[in-house]
């Protein structure tokens, strides 16, 4: 089983609509989780990190389920310059990261 | 501020050639990480330092493959010799103790033919 697994997708979702994304762990221990987007043929930048409690972003929510082993990134009223890939890190010192979700907002 | 800078950006060589990246972190960050980008695989890390000195080097792919950091400005990825298999991106990407954030390059694509 691989230590960060993702949907690849591709979701393609309409403007304005929600979507949520998930992503499972295989290391109990995991201390620190966190979504990075990444655009076509460009390097990946952070998103937002997940705490346990949840946290929020504007548009963005990202959720911690310890128990299940997963995390969650939430995105609503989508636009356009949402697509892109997402992918889901776990860590602090070995940032482990998920293959990734593509998502493509349509107009 | 500078960021992470890698080079070269772009380079296509033959099989059993060597390939030299190179990588300056963000000055004052203490962690250096090397990630291998393919579609079919994602995102793997290589090899990552912690104050110049190699701490876990269990992704690098086989011998091929050597990763060294002489100082704290300053990072090479080896590849020796070159095959086809290794075309993808590498990215080199630096963080600091005590943040959670961390920084990629912009990457460097090699095509390897």
């Known amino acids: 089983r691989k230590e960060v697994e993702q949907d690849p997708g591709p979701f393609n979702v309409p403007e304005g609509a929600t979507v949520a994304f998930n992503c499972t762990y295989s290391?109990?221990?995991?201390?620190?989780f966190f979504w990075y987007r990444q655009d076509c043929r460009k390097e990946p930048k952070l998103l937002m990190s997940?705490?346990?409690s949840g946290n929020e972003d504007g548009r963005f929510t990202a959720q911690l389920n310890r128990a299940s082993q997963y995390i969650s990134l939430l995105i609503r009223d989508s636009k356009l310059s949402d697509s892109a890939t997402y992918l889901c890190?776990?860590?602090?010192?070995?940032?482990?990261f998920g293959t990734g979700t593509r998502l493509k907002v349509l107009a | 501020d500078a960021g992470v800078i890698q080079s070269p950006r772009h380079e296509v060589t033959e099989m059993g050639q060597e390939v030299t990246l190179r990588c300056k972190p963000i000055s004052g960050h203490d962690y250096l990480f090397w990630y291998r980008q393919t579609m079919m695989r994602g995102l793997e890390l290589l090899i990552y330092?912690?104050?110049?000195?190699?701490?876990?080097d269990s992704g690098m792919p086989e011998d091929r493959f050597s990763a060294k950091m002489p100082n704290a400005s300053f990072s090479t990825l080896k590849i020796q010799p070159s095959e086809p298999r290794d075309s993808a991106v590498y990215f080199c990407a630096s963080s600091n103790t005590g943040t959670d954030t961390i920084y990629f390059g912009e990457g460097s694509w090699l095509t390897v033919v």
């Open positions: 330092f912690n104050n110049n000195v190699p701490i876990d």
């Open positions: 997940v705490y346990s």
């Open positions: 290391n109990s221990a995991s201390q620190s």
């Open positions: 890190v776990r860590d602090t010192y070995k940032y482990i």
